[in-house]
Each structure stands twice: as structure tokens, then as C-alpha cells.
């Protein structure tokens, strides 16, 4: 069942929560996915959009709900270029342009990494480590930038997947963040969970989360209003970076989910600055590099990639003001 559907609330739906009229209106679907697809803005009632699964329905309600179709059950090849650091029969390491999504998902079914590591390796890339995800052993948020390895065979999915579980990883990232963080060196902890009022965003919580510590450096600081830091991951939870500075009081410049209004730090740099700040359309993240030992010759690898032109260029624009 897929596409727009259209409900009529009658005076025996009074009062029921939207969800379980729907529930209750749609074979098919269960509870748990129309309770996402609301959350995820795909049910207006009576043309305003909805997205609380508690909301009391009223007879007479026309609510509207969009289905979207089922995901391919495997994603085919598509010729998209992207950067190679390094390839053997094992494993292949890239530098992920920044707006590149690295698997199919709902709003990204085509157009991604994985379509085009099929494309790149043909069919020997199927099945390794899963139909939806073949290769994938980490990955990298849309807007950042930076060093991945994906894995060609299943002993490499096997090992390299293992590797990350257990932290036998160095990663590290460059982060441009709004304020100067102090002291200029140390850690972030702090347990990272679904955010209790908006599913779509991590946070950082006190109950029911994963330990998460991070480690950073300043490299570069731009009065109190900005600074370049270096940040190297211990663990590896969902957007930990992002959401460890955001809790910090010092958002990632241009980031879309944990920077919601201007931030105070704004106010600590002046003309032009601000506004290259404040304008750049995306989280300024960068994996800088990535080390681990080869799953098959056991041999310690490193790969380094400098920040992409926007990044760098953003960077170099502050240090000639």
C-alpha cells in the first residue's frame, strides 16, 4: 500500500488519537509506521500538517496520509563519480564528497554511495554484508565530507566491522565550531540517545542512551566568535560530534539539525566574518582521516584527505580577515 489516501473522521472517530484512527481506517499498516510517518510529516488534517500521533481526531476531519512506495529490494548501479584513495581486492577507501548519501533511504532511494559502488564493482559488491547497505561498514552523514572504507568481500565486512565495534579505529575529523571552546584541549562525555522530543535528532541524555567521549584540540581560533578544532572519536554513536559540541554550547557551523537559531558566539566576531559564518549551507565536518589494520595482510593502514574547496575556502576567508 502506497501513494495518498485520503480519511473522512466520522462522529464514532471523536476524540480517538490520530494514530489509531488511522490504524483502525488502514489495513495494513501498523501503528508503530503511521506513528513514523506522522512524525515525519506525512499526514496533514484538513490540509494543515500533523505530526503528533496523540492529536485528538474530530468528526468531520478529512486527514491525508502519504505512503510513499516500497524501497527496491536492491539498489542497482548508477555511474556516479566519486573520489578513490585507495582499492584492492578487499576494500576500497574514498574521499565521500560532502552531499553524497551513503545508502537508499526513504527521500534518498537512488543517487547514493551504494548506488555507485555497484556500478564501480558490478556484482561482486551483492550481498556483502546486506542487500540494502553491500560494503558498508561505517558511514558518513549526507553533508560531511571525508575519508570512508568500504568493505569488497565479507572476510573484509566481517573484520572491518568488527574493528569499528570494538573502537580498534583512529578517526579524525575537523570541525569548525561556532565559540572557543575552553579548555582549548580535552573531552566531551556525555550519553547519547534519541532525543525525547524530536525522534529525528540525537541528544544528549540522561537515561536510556549510549556512551559516547570525544576527544578534541583547537587548532585554529577566530577571536571568541569561532574556532578550527580537531576531533578524534573513542566511540562511534549517531551524529556523537555534532550533537557533543552542540551540548557543549558550540554548535558545528552550518549545521542544519543542532544549530536552530543564531547562535550567542555570533555576537563575538564582526563583519564579514559573521556572515560567511552564518551562511554556509551546511555542517562544516570534515573526515580528515581514517587508520586500521587490513583485514586480510594485517598491515597498519592510514589515509588522510584534505577539506573540501567550500570548507577550506571558508577557512581561509577568516584567517584573511
Known amino acids: 500500500m502506497y501513494g495518498t489516501i485520503l480519511v473522512c473522521a466520522t462522529p464514532a472517530d471523536q476524540g480517538e488519537r490520530l494514530d489509531r484512527f488511522l490504524a483502525d481506517h488502514l489495513a495494513g499498516l501498523s501503528r508503530s509506521r503511521i506513528k513514523i510517518l506522522i512524525e515525519d510529516g506525512a499526514v496533514t488534517c484538513n490540509a494543515i500538517p500533523s ?23 536492491t539498489p542497482r548501479g548508477q555511474s556516479i563519480p566519486f573520489p578513490i584513495l585507495h582499492e584492492d581486492d578487499d576494500l576500497i577507501v574514498l574521499d565521500k564528497p560532502a552531499g553524497l548519501v551513503v545508502h537508499p533511504a526513504p527521500g534518498n532511494q537512488e543517487g ?20 540494502r547497505r553491500p560494503g558498508i561498514v561505517h558511514r558518513l552523514d549526507k553533508d560531511t565530507s571525508g575519508v570512508m572504507v568500504v568493505a569488497k568481500t565479507e572476510i573484509a565486512h566481517h573484520a572491518l566491522s568488527e574493528a569499528f565495534a570494538a573502537r580498534d579505529i583512529e578517526r579524525h575529523y575537523l570541525a569548525l565550531c561556532w565559540g572557543a ?24 541524555v540522561a537515561r536510556g542512551g549510549r556512551y559516547a567521549l570525544t576527544h578534541y584540540a583547537t587548532e585554529r ?16 554513536r549517531t551524529h556523537q560530534i555534532r550533537v557533543h559540541l552542540a551540548n557543549a554550547g558550540h554548535p558545528i557551523v552550518g549545521d542544519p539539525v543542532y544549530l536552530r537559531r543564531k547562535p550567542a558566539a555570533a555576537m563575538h ?25 587490513h583485514p586480510r595482510t594485517g598491515k597498519a ?3 588522510e584527505t584534505p577539506a573540501p574547496g567550500d570548507f577550506a575556502a571558508l577557512i581561509d576567508a577568516l584567517d584573511d580577515l
Do not use: W, Y
Not at 51 to 60: D, F, K, L, N, Q
Not at 112 to 130: E, F, K
Not at 221 to 236: E, H, M, N, P
Open 181 to 204: 571552546p575552553q579548555p582549548a584541549s580535552g573531552a566531551i562525555e556525555g550519553a547519547i540517545g534519541r532525543d525525547p522530543r524530536e525522534r529525528k535528532r540525537m541528544a544528549v
Open 221 to 236: 581560533q577566530f577571536g571568541l566568535g569561532a574556532a578550527l578544532i580537531a576531533c578524534r572519536l573513542a566511540t562511534g
Open 51 to 73: 505530526r503528533t500521533p496523540s492529536a485528538p481526531v474530530r468528526a468531520g476531519d478529512t486527514v491525508q496520509i502519504e505512503i510513499p512506495a516500497p524501497l527496491p529490494a
Open 301 to 303: 593502514l592510514r589515509f
Open 269 to 293: 566576531i564582526t563583519e564579514p566574518a559573521r556572515s560567511l559564518l552564518l551562511d554556509f549551507p551546511r555542517q562544516a565536518l570534515h573526515a580528515a582521516s581514517l587508520g586500521f589494520v
Open 112 to 131: 547514493t554511495l551504494v548506488n555507485a559502488l555497484i556500478a564501480h564493482c558490478g556484482d561482486s559488491l551483492q550481498g556483502i554484508g546486506g542487500e
